[in-house]
T-cell receptor, first 109, second 112 residues
């Protein structure tokens, strides 16, 4: 079945710097890759997603890139701010399109 | 719209007790999911359902059962609770296809 690896598990950056979180997936048939942000004690919330027919997507300070050949995708946050501190999860949809498999998360501070 | 509502928010059980967690969504979503979240383990899929009357196993289904008798509700049952099932449980729902999942606020379950 689908497997998602996420790195690093923790990431500390200075305010104003950029942060990059990387994920790899195992099944080349996956075609949807969302990113979720979870603040302490709260529910995960979608921040950005990308489909396999697109190589990059941006939304203000957040961008996601996808390399289908290498089966990896990355989250880029520019000009980081204190409110960006949270746990970030990547996910990949199963080939059947019925479920998401999540990475283990990255704690950004 | 309430979105995805989970009941209860907190619960403490003794080993061997049973309980049911309720997830309700008012967005008319076809797909619903139960996850557990443990420190350093991310969100692990327990069971899911792609429609009323259908359920399927996820990554960590052992010790849990589910039912989807109504489209808007997805129940997660623990028949004989074990300390290893202490966790935060999240429910989520989504329309069919590659769409974002909407999460509930979670249920914090402790088993002593």
């Amino acid at each position: 079945g689908e497997n998602v690896e996420q790195h690093p598990s923790t990431l500390s950056v200075q305010e104003g710097d950029s942060a990059v979180i990387k994920c790899t997936y195992s099944d080349s048939a996956s075609n949807y890759f969302p990113w979720y942000k979870q603040e302490l004690g709260k529910r995960p919330q979608l921040i950005i997603d990308i489909r396999s027919n697109v190589g990059e997507k941006k939304d203000q300070r957040i961008a996601v890139t996808l390399n289908k050949t290498a089966k990896h995708f990355s989250l880029h946050i520019t000009e980081t701010q204190p409110e960006d501190s949270a746990v970030y999860f990547c996910a990949a949809i199963t080939p059947a399109g019925t479920a998401l498999i999540f990475g283990k998360g990255t704690t950004l501070s | 719209n309430a979105g995805v509502t989970q009941t209860p928010k907190f619960r403490v059980l003794k080993t061997g007790q049973s309980m049911t967690l309720l997830c309700a969504q008012d967005m008319n979503h076809e797909y619903m999911y139960w996850y557990r979240q443990d420190p350093g383990m991310g969100l692990r899929l327990i069971h899911y359902s792609v429609g009323e009357g259908t359920t399927a196993k996820g990554e960590v289904p052992d010790g849990y059962n589910v039912s989807r008798l109504k489209k808007q509700n997805f129940l997660l049952g623990l028949e004989s609770a074990a300390p290893s099932q202490t966790s935060v449980y999240f429910c989520a729902s989504t329309p069919p296809g590659s769409q974002p999942q909407h999460f509930g606020d979670g249920t914090r379950l402790s088993i002593l």
